[in-house]
C-alpha cells in the first residue's frame, strides 16, 4: 500500500484513470495533419525537408506499390535503412497497406538480419541501393 500511495502521489491519477480515447491509425492521423496543414514541414533530414503533403504522397505511391505486390493485413514488409526521410515514408506507404512492418537496423550483424527476417517471412523489402545487398542469404 505504501508503494500504491507513492505512485498515486508521482503518477497523474486524473489522466490515468480516464477512459482511453479512441485509438486513431498512423496514417488517419497523418491524413489529419494533411487536411489542416498540407505545408507544414513533416520531415526534415539531412538539410532537406518534405511537407505533409509530400510525405502523404510519397507514401502513397509506394503504398500502391506494396498492395500490388500482396502488401496488406496479415503481411510483413521488411525494411532496411540507415536513418532517413525514406524509412519514414515506408514505414507509412506500409501501414497504409495494412500490413506491418519489420525494421531491420543496418548495423546488426548478418546472421540477426537473417533470423530476423526467416521469422517474419515479409513478402516483400525495402532499401537503399547500397544496402540492398545485405538481403543476399535472407532466402
Request: hydrophobic letters at 45%; one cysteine or more; a negative charge.
Amino acid at each position: 500500500d505504501a508503494e500504491r500511495d507513492r505512485l498515486d502521489r508521482w503518477g497523474n491519477r486524473p489522466v490515468l484513470t480516464r477512459p482511453a480515447p479512441t485509438p486513431a491509425a498512423i496514417p488517419a492521423l497523418l491524413g489529419a495533419q494533411v487536411m489542416r496543414a498540407p505545408e507544414a514541414p513533416a520531415v526534415t533530414f539531412d538539410g532537406h525537408s518534405m511537407t505533409y503533403r509530400e510525405l502523404d504522397e510519397a507514401s502513397n505511391r509506394l503504398a500502391h506499390l506494396l498492395a500490388g505486390r500482396g502488401a496488406g493485413p496479415g503481411q510483413t514488409v521488411a525494411l532496411l535503412f540507415s536513418r532517413c526521410a525514406e524509412a519514414i515514408v515506408s514505414m507509412l506507404a506500409v501501414l497504409k497497406t495494412g500490413a506491418a512492418y519489420l525494421a531491420i537496423d543496418p548495423a546488426h550483424p548478418a546472421a540477426r538480419m537473417e533470423f530476423m527476417v526467416a521469422d517474419a517471412a515479409p513478402i516483400a523489402a525495402i532499401t537503399t541501393t547500397g544496402l540492398a545487398d545485405r538481403f543476399d542469404g535472407c532466402g
